[in-house]
C-alpha cells in the first residue's frame, strides 16, 4: 500500500508516518517546505489551485491531515474565507484529484467541534452538526464536499473527529497545563464538575491505520476518545501523578470563575475549562472492533515524560 500524508510533518503527522512506515507502508509525507524525508513532496500553497497530481501518482489512500488550525483568539467568524480557502477548498480539490487519480479511500482528519461546543450529554455520529466557529465551518462544509464527491466519483470517504488531541511533542494549552502542574502553582479548579474527551496520539494513529484499510470504515463518520471522559480536576490530578507531584486545587464557585472569567476577557477560556464536551465513541469501537490500545494514564505518563 501507497498513502499520501498532507501535513506531514506537524504533531499526528510526523507520529502517522513513523508508525506506517514501521507497518510497512509505503508513505508519501507532504510537507510545506523541504524536510528531507524519504518521498517527500513540497506543497507550498494548500488552496483550491493546489496541483496534486505528482504526489497522488501509484496512491491507495490520502490520509489528509493539514489544515488552518483554530486559534484560541480568533472570534466566532473571524477569518472565515481564509478557513474555508484551506480547510474547505483545498481539501475538495485535492479529493476530486484523488478520485482522478484512481486513489480508492480518503481519510480526513475533522474536529469534534462540527458537532459543537458541548454541553451535558455526549456527541454522537447521529447528532446534528452544530458548529459554532469559522474553523468548524470550515470543517463542516469540507465534510459536505467529501460526501458529494464520493457520491459523484466512488472515492470511499473516511471522516474522523477528533477531541483534544494530547502526547509527545503536544503544544499550546496541554503543555502549559503541564508546566503550571510541575511549576506546583495552585489552580482554582477544584470545585468543577464536568466531563471532558481527549484522545491520546498513539490510539488516535492507531484509529486511522485501521480507518485506511477496514472495509467497513468507508462512507463512515467517527467519533473518537480515549473512553475514559474525565473532570478538569481529574485530569490535573492525573497529571500531577504522572509526574509525581502534587495536585495544588483549590475551590472557587464555577459562578465565580465565570464571572471573573467575563471580567477579564476570558469568557471562551473558563467556558473551556468548566463545561462539559464529550463524546460516545461507542459506534467505532462496534463498526470496527477498535479498542484504544491505550489508557489515558499510559498516556498521559509518555505526554509528561517527553516534556522534560
Avoid at 194 to 210: E, M, P, Q, V
Avoid at 229 to 236: G, H, R
Avoid at 279 to 289: A, I, K, M
Wanted: with cysteine; net charge neutral.
Amino acid at each position: 500500500m501507497k498513502v499520501l500524508v498532507t501535513g506531514a510533518s506537524g504533531f499526528v503527522g510526523t507520529a502517522l508516518c513513523a508508525r506506517l512506515a514501521a507497518a510497512g507502508v509505503g508513505v508519501v509525507p507532504a510537507v510545506r517546505s523541504k524536510l528531507g524525508l524519504p518521498h517527500e513532496v513540497v506543497v507550498d500553497n494548500l488552496d483550491a489551485a493546489t496541483d496534486w497530481r505528482l504526489a497522488l501518482s501509484d496512491c491507495d489512500a490520502v490520509v489528509h491531515l493539514a489544515a488552518r488550525v483554530h486559534m484560541m483568539d480568533d472570534t466566532p467568524q473571524d477569518h472565515l474565507a481564509l478557513y474555508r480557502a484551506t480547510n474547505t477548498e483545498a481539501t475538495l480539490n485535492l479529493a476530486r484529484q484523488a478520485a482522478q487519480a484512481g486513489v480508492k479511500r480518503f481519510v480526513f482528519i475533522s474536529t469534534i467541534k462540527v458537532n459543537g461546543e458541548g454541553g451535558d450529554a455526549p456527541y454522537r455520529e447521529t447528532d446534528v452538526p452544530a458548529p459554532e466557529d469559522a474553523y468548524a465551518t470550515s470543517k463542516w462544509e469540507a465534510e459536505q464536499g467529501l460526501t458529494q464527491i464520493a457520491g459523484e466519483t466512488g472515492l470511499e470517504i473516511v471522516i474522523l473527529r477528533p477531541p483534544l488531541v494530547y502526547g509527545p511533542g503536544v503544544k499550546a494549552n496541554f503543555m502549559r497545563l503541564m508546566q503550571t502542574v510541575r511549576k506546583g502553582w495552585p489552580l482554582p479548579l477544584g470545585s468543577i464538575h464536568n466531563r471532558r474527551s481527549l484522545l491520546y496520539l498513539g490510539n488516535f494513529i492507531d484509529a486511522i491505520r485501521l480507518c485506511i484499510e477496514h472495509p467497513a470504515a468507508a462512507g463512515q463518520t467517527f467519533l473518537l476518545d480515549d473512553g475514559e471522559p474525565v473532570s478538569t480536576p481529574e485530569l490535573i490530578r492525573a497529571v500531577a501523578r504522572a509526574m509525581g507531584r502534587p495536585a495544588r486545587l483549590w475551590a472557587v464557585p464555577v459562578g465565580v470563575l465565570e464571572r471573573l472569567g467575563t471580567l477579564l476577557g476570558k469568557r471562551a477560556a473558563v467556558a473551556r475549562l468548566t463545561g462539559s464536551l464529550y463524546v460516545d465513541s461507542s459506534f467505532v469501537r462496534s463498526r470496527l472492533g477498535w479498542t484504544p490500545p491505550y489508557s489515558m494514564a499510559s498516556g498521559l505518563a509518555e505526554t509528561v515524560a517527553s516534556s522534560k
